[in-house]
């Protein structure tokens, strides 16, 4: 299986990274597994139904509601969070206000 890499070409290069990438991929997801399970075992041990019981399961986060609409378009809002669309950078550009484009 030692190979020489210094003698390989760049496709090959390239094959064998992906190959070590899938490779360490593979691995954690088998480290992930038998630590779940050891950790399922304990949790029955102390009397849990599942692992589930004892760390709970993520709560999804709710989409923001919309604070902004454009008033030439109601389809197109905007929460106030992250970039602003171009909807908004040009009105604002031409004079409008923030304030012009809150829904009420």
Do not use: C
């Amino acid at each position: 299986m030692a190979k020489d890499i210094e003698t390989l070409g760049l496709s090959e290069l390239k094959q064998l990274k992906k190959d070590v990438e899938a490779a360490i991929n593979s691995y954690h997801d088998r480290e992930k597994a038998k630590a779940r399970e050891v950790l399922e075992e304990k949790a029955k041990e102390l009397g849990f139904a599942s692992l589930d019981d004892v760390v709970g399961k993520k709560a999804r986060r709710a989409k923001p509601s919309a604070k902004y609409r454009n008033p030439e378009n109601h389809a197109e809002t905007w929460s106030g969070r992250g970039r602003r669309p171009r909807w908004l950078e040009a009105a604002l550009a031409q004079g409008a206000e923030l304030e012009d484009f809150l829904i009420s």
